[in-house]
């Protein structure tokens, strides 16, 4: 299984680069891991309550939400989703957040 390296923690990885335990993640990760997969960083405010919602939404229900729900469930609308998280909102949001990648999700 491979492993990555971030903020001076060694992690599990599956091949795309996704957490295989989303526990051994930590907010100190999160800049690292926005500028390994081209996500603007510093991340905003408004990146951190996309991130949150992906790991509550995981934790809920086992995977993390759709770029719908995500709009649906926050405030932060489809065309701000493409802004913070450029070339597919929903798959970065869930890397930087720490999770699996979403069920949908190409």
């Known amino acids: 299984m491979p492993t990555k ?3 001076g923690t060694s992690v599990d990885v599956n091949d795309e680069g996704f957490f295989e335990d989303p526990t051994q993640w930590t ?3 999160a800049p690292e ?3 390994e997969y081209g996500v603007p960083t510093p991340l ?3 990146a ?3 991130i949150d919602l992906m790991r509550s939404e995981y934790f809920d229900k086992g995977t993390g939400p759709t770029v719908r729900k995500i709009s649906k469930l926050s405030d932060v609308t489809t065309k701000e989703l493409f802004v ?3 070339k597919g909102p929903a798959k970065l949001a869930a890397m930087v957040a720490g999770i699996p990648k979403p069920k ?3």
């Open 27 to 29: 907010k100190e990760m």
């Open 48 to 50: 951190w309550v996309v």
């Open 33 to 35: 891991i926005a500028d």
């Open 104 to 106: 949908g999700c190409i």
């Open 5 to 7: 390296t971030f903020a």
């Open 84 to 86: 913070l998280f450029p």
């Open 44 to 46: 905003t405010d408004r």
